[in-house]
């Protein structure tokens, strides 16, 4: 099981060490940053790294890798989805999960641990029940224990960790109750150069923030469930109800939570809602070439689209661009080589273009690679899929909730070639 | 106010200020120093020495300030064991307090502090907390045991608390279950022999009510712990299928893998009728698909696996070929993973498609991914025979780009595709002649003299060409210098004319100035090749060469089988069995996937070679060199290397046997069939057909054409690997590996005597109960030296076969009993029959037919040998001690 956690910051310093069973020394990782030199960027750090006598599976989230340090066999996504849990509680406790939050509270952060692995087992993950053992911290309360001496400790067992429904506190009480659903699309696709399609789909979550008091059992229906059929869910489902009458029957935690992701990928059902021509071109032995894009709006189903970024990876010779855009403004990193080109909205009368010259080392051969271009883009009211739901029914309380959805449709990992 | 404020220290010495803060009289104070005190141990400094006082703070009612000197305790109790003792009053306490939740905290504390005397004192509070009322506590409890266990097993053992704990797997709550699972499966990994997780149906049907209620890290851990029973029949591994399935859409990518694991074991076992398998196998590919939507280090580990179950079962994820496709911003380590699914999905429906990609990636910035992307278009010109000219176009508009690594991948994959279409692609010669003087790299080069020598007729300045590379000769790494030196031969027996200085040139750069063995031992041969007989010469170096088979890296059967077992596992990722490199692995349990049980099986698997007997399971596949570069290599191995090992005694034998006259018989023996063979094996001739019992036929052939090098060792008889036959558990330490071999008409036992033992062994004897064919020892056992503690020991047993005849069950059976200065072992081992066998098998007609009818029609069994490739008909095998005769069906070819 999980042996000790070390938090490494980019410039390669190890700011926080835990030890749950015996105590590892620091100096196994020195394996990480061996394999890190190797990898030249952060990114392509290996997350399976092999020592002598240790097993190094790391993450990097924000700019801090979490190596753990595991001896026995132990499924190695069983650790990185737990690091990765532990990632999202600094950042639900802190507002953040960086450096300085973490050692803004490093008391908490050790507290937290403690609580969430004993002995390498998991113990308690669920944010709820973390909550009600250790309180997160807020200015006020600081203030209040400062002066009242008190702790932020709960002083007794959680109720949820025992019951059937983990996820939820017994007594929880609103004055306004309220249950929201967000289904949020984001379109995954890479479009080759002459702007055909070479694979898409939709990676689509439904996130909720349910605000209701007692014990409620809700159960929400879709207009066309026949387009989920690759679905992960929150275990509050009932997966029963969903295999019979495709009906998401859930007692919800309370909070904001994932309901379900799904994914739709069966190309007709995947709409692109851009296309952009492109002409980017460097001139054999002139260290100079031509760049010029224009972006407009298709299959948009009426929506405006909006939001729209366009980032460029420009090859390593290029050394800057002169650009002229009709709409939104551009930025040319020259130490990264990346150009971004915040466009905003997107008005099918005048389609957005950035053009001009690109310079290049003089000398330099000619760069062999094509840089792809990455768009992000974002489409309220939308969800491309064309999912909607159809009602929200509670069972087990009197109380008339507040319901509401809300669809947004974006751009996922959304790569045009050139 | 944050705690950043705990990492300032003052001037002035901070242990002494933080001391005098601990023994403040002031609760807010204390509970600060105890936070500073925490917050350096969190940096990894050492505060140690303020031990007594923070322990002094232990006593509290402040919850807060019980938790932190907790946090301090575990970590420093081991360096102050006898401190560490003041601590216990308030533990034992502490387990007796009304609120489960300090009575839980209290006992996984204890738990955590590995102090030997302390355990002594947390037994007690343990038992009761195992029986505790509240569940909150019962499952702390079961983890508490599983850390006691690895301070003290003994103790463990001692106090019962393993049955306590098996006893939870039964508890009413959901998470005591799960986590008492997880502590049981933690103990026995440390302890395989014990069967402490000893499932059946009724334990079973408890674990999958529990997995649908308890958390999702425990719902991890016991499905890893389904997939370790193993089914009575298909009825009840399909009934576990069905209640484990619903995990596959759980929101944890663990559980997920875990779920899949338990699905692709079980599966085994169903029928393939059965419309139920048709809707697992739908079943299986969303969830997997969904895993590579996640974060990439998720990503990389599901790819992994995906890539296993790719191999076992392609049909899961055959139309999902798009999903691999690389994203330009993908971590390489992704990236290379996706490619090489990429490869293993290719087909003729979507190769197209597979192709576009590949091209695309060829062009893209990262090196390591362009080579293997170029790499991976030959593989799929191998793969997808309608795509091979396309490959073929694509490889060479890439070699036009002129980009150095690009043109040298180009160029080594473009050599397999030769091997694999002969005369379709020659045209390209031309194209690659003129990329001759940027090649760097010694794989390339090696790969370009190669594509000259074996085509020397048709470029004109061949010899010119080569000639260029051997100035350079001793520079050259010895893959190149093996190379030249065949292409070079090879020009020489097409070009005799101009060619004759230029081939002496080489033999003696390689037989007189090289150190490398091999090299100078292939240049012998090619001389006395040569000078002897220039036809026969012709005969072995022109022969026509076996096809290469298309699938050159999948993981050899057994070995995929094993690792399907370890789905999600760390095994998984590193795509070895975990007795490979998990340390402490001594008695690691090999995992195997269940059999089949319905009935469709005939079918789809061939019958093990009639006589049971071990060598009939070689692996049809070439065994991954850890990479692609290896891969690529043994290519040109043909199919002969994919058996296990040979002896390598055998080499200095088989080479002399070559120069000396054997090379008529080698000739002789099929080096036609053997293109036929292709990837399909090896398997009946080496068992069943010692007809010709010298190196197998393409075995030594191969290393004389070829080229690529590697195959340094002729083999002679067929030797099984080595196999564990007496496990160290069951000896007492001693560890016993061996197999059976036959040398020029000498039966041999070679064994490997290791002594896992903390205790010398001396005195070493052997004995063999009487068996089917005599087999006895014609020798004591010969081990001089007592074997010390971790030695090892190979000796070489000769046998003979006079010894006392009894028929055994199975013929081939062999009770051995081996006695040291400790104790008397006995094990049982099967003989490969072809070790009886004779190498001058030949008989006279009329003998031939007399010792026929001589055999009583009952002794008369019938066999039929599917793929055989070899042609001869002539197998009477004989063994003379008694008489009795294999007679093959020769109708079967």
Known sequence: MIHSLFLINCSGDIFLEKHWKSVVSQSVCDYFFEAQEKAADVENVPPVISTPHHYLISIYREKIFFVSVIQTEVPPLFVIEFLHRVADTFQDYFGECSETAIKDNVVIVYELLEEMLDNGFPLATESNILKELIKPPTILRSVVNSITGSSNMGETLPTGQLSNIPWRKAVVKYTNNEAYFDVIEEIDAIIDKSGSTVFAEIQGVIDSCIKLSGMPDLSLSFMNPRLLDDVSFHPCIRFKRWESERVLSFIPPDGNFRLISYRVSSQNLVAIPVYVKHIISFKENSSSGRFDVTIGPKQNMGKTVEGVIVTVHMPKAVLNMNLTSTQGSYTFDPVLKVLTWDIGKISPQKLPNLKGIVNLQSGAPKPEENPSLNIQFKIQQLAISGLKVNRLDMFGEKYKPFKGVKYITKAGKFQVRT | MTDSKYFTTTKKGEIFELKAELNSDKKEKKKEAVKKVIASMTVGKDVSALFPDVVNCMQTDNLELKKLVYLYLMNYAKSQPDMAIMAVNTFVKDCED???????????????????????????????????????????????????????????????????????????????????????????????????????????NKLLTALNECTEWGQIFILDCLANYMPKDDREAQSICERVTPRLSHANSAVVLSAVKVLMKFMEMLSKDLDYYGTLLKKLAPPLVTLLSAEPELQYVALRNINLIVQKRPEILKHEMKVFFVKYNDPIYVKLEKLDIMIRLASQANIAQVLAELKEYATEVDVDFVRKAVRAIGRCAIKVEQSAERCVSTLLDLIQTKVNYVVQEAIVVIKDIFRKYPNKYESVIATLCENLDSLDEPEARAAMIWIVGEYAERIDNADELLESFLEGFHDESTQVQLQLLTAIVKLFLKKPTETQELVQQVLSLATQDSDNPDLRDRGYIYWRLLSTDPVAAKEVVLAEKPLISEETDLIEPTLLDELICYIGTLASVYHKPPSAFVEGSRGIVHKSL????????????????????????????????????????????????????????????????????????????????????????????????????????????????????????????????????????????????????????????????????????????????????????????????????????????PLNTVG??????????????????????????????????????????????????????????????????????????????????????????
């Not at chain 2, 738990?111 to 355990?119: E, L, M, P």
């Not at chain 2, 053992?157 to 986590?179: C, H, R, W, Y």
């Not at chain 2, 290519?635 to 994919?642: E, K, M, Q, T, Y």
């Open chain 2, 594 to 797: 269940p059999p089949r049980t319905g009935s469709s099986e005939s079918a789809e698997s061939p019958d093990a070679a009639p006589s049971g007997a071990p060598p009939s399971e070689q692996p049809a596949v070439i065994p991954t060199q850890g990479d692609l570069l290896g891969d690529l290599l043994n290519l040109d191995l043909g199919p002969p290397v994919s058996g296990p090992p040979v002896a390598t005694t055998s080499v200095q034998m088989g080479a002399v046997d070559l120069l000396g006259g054997g090379l008529d018989s080698l000739l002789r023996s099929d080096v036609g069939g053997s293109p036929a063979m292709g990837g399909t094996g090896f398997t009946a001739p080496s068992a069943v057909m010692p007809a010709n019992l010298g190196p197998p036929p393409s075995g030594g052939l191969g290393d004389l054409f070829d080229l690529a090098g590697g195959v340094g060792t002729l083999s002679g008889s067929h030797v099984a690997p080595k196999t564990v036959w007496l496990p160290a558990m069951k000896a007492k330490g001693l560890e016993i590996s061996g197999t059976f071999s036959r040398q020029v008409g000498a039966i041999s036992m070679d064994l490997l005597l290791t002594n896992k033992a903390l205790q010398v062994m001396s005195d070493f004897a052997i004995q063999f109960n009487r068996n089917s064919f005599g087999l006895a020892p014609a020798a004591p056992l010969q081990i001089h030296a007592p074997l010390a503690p971790n030695q090892t020991v190979e000796i070489s047993l």
């Open chain 2, 98 to 204: 009304p609120n489960p939740l300090i009575r839980a905290l209290a006992v996984r504390t204890m738990g955590c502090i590995r102090v030997d005397k302390i355990t002594e004192y947390l037994c007690e509070p343990l038992r009761k907390c195992l029986k505790d009322e509240d569940p909150y506590v019962r499952k702390t409890a079961a983890v508490c045991v599983a850390k006691l266990h690895d301070i003290n097993a003994q103790l463990v053992e001692d106090q019962g608390f393993l049955d306590t704990l098996k006893d939870l797997i039964s508890d009413s709550n959901p998470m005591v279950v799960a986590n008492a699972v997880a502590a049981l499966s933690e103990i026995a990994e440390s302890h395989p022999s014990s069967n402490l997780l000893d499932l059946n149906p009724q334990s079973i």
């Open chain 2, 804 to 893: 006392s005849v009894m028929k055994m069950d199975p013929l081939n059976n062999l009770q051995v009993a081996v006695k040291n200065n400790i104790d008397v072992f006995y094990f049982s081992t099967l003989y490969p029959l072809h070790i009886l066998f004779v190498e001058d098998g030949k008989m006279e007609r009329q003998m031939f037919l007399a010792t026929w009818k001589d055999i009583p029609n009952e002794n008369e069994a019938q066999f039929q040998i599917r793929d055989c490739p070899l042609s001869a008909a002539r197998c009477a095998c004989s063994r003379p001690s008694n008489q009795k005769q294999l007679v093959p069906e020769h109708t079967a070819w």
